[in-house]
């Protein structure tokens, strides 16, 4: 039997966005390493979904887990799948898992992105910022602005 995170892994693994789409609870929750507000709604977390499937190269899982997790959004116990990556971006190799949490239909209703090393989440947060920009999906930081 096919599960959710089988049809998951294989469209993140053919860069595959359309097939993310029946995957999402309307109201998915995305987690980022870099930032501490989640990324809330499908239509924004498809949005990020294709800057990070234009962002990282040499993307592959490399092994799973299944289990159950308390949710962020609630605290409640539901099952959840972690997915193990490797990946490079701008030339900086990353470690990673992907922690999906899926709703009582098996679809994701939470998904968490854990990267190491340091240097890596510094290059991805930079990647993934300006392919949000450039998609329109968040305005450009204002540089110019005093810092507290």
């Given at each position: 039997?096919?599960t959710?995170a089988?049809?998951?892994?294989?469209?993140?693994?053919?860069?595959?966005?359309?097939?993310?789409?029946d995957?999402?609870?309307?109201d998915v929750r995305f987690?980022s390493?870099?930032?501490?507000?989640?990324?809330e709604?499908?239509?924004?977390?498809l949005?990020?979904?294709?800057v990070l499937?234009r962002?990282?190269?040499?993307?592959r899982?490399?092994?799973?887990?299944?289990?159950?997790?308390?949710?962020s959004?609630?605290g409640?116990?539901?099952?959840?799948?972690?997915l193990?990556?490797?990946?490079?971006?701008?030339g900086?190799?990353?470690?990673g898992i992907?922690?999906?949490?899926?709703d009582?239909?098996?679809?994701i209703?939470?998904?968490t992105?854990?990267?190491?090393p340091?240097?890596?989440?510094?290059?991805?947060?930079?990647?993934?910022?300006?392919?949000?920009?450039a998609?329109g999906?968040?305005?450009?930081?204002?540089?110019?602005?005093?810092?507290?």
């Amino acid at each position: 039997m096919t599960t959710t995170a089988d049809r998951f892994r294989a469209a993140v693994e053919s860069s595959d966005l359309a097939a993310l789409d029946d995957l999402f609870t309307e109201d998915v929750r995305f987690y980022s390493p870099v930032k501490f507000p989640p990324f809330e709604g499908k239509p924004m977390v498809l949005g990020l979904f294709g800057v990070l499937l234009r962002t990282f190269q040499d993307f592959r899982y490399i092994g799973d887990l299944t289990g159950a997790t308390e949710t962020s959004a609630d605290g409640a116990e539901a099952p959840a799948e972690v997915l193990l990556f490797r990946a490079t971006v701008n030339g900086k190799q990353i470690h990673g898992i992907d922690l999906l949490h899926f709703d009582q239909d098996g679809r994701i209703k939470e998904f968490t992105v854990m990267v190491r090393p340091q240097s890596a989440v510094h290059a991805l947060g930079e990647a993934v910022l300006a392919g949000l920009v450039a998609d329109g999906l968040v305005p450009a930081p204002d540089r110019a602005a005093p810092r507290p």
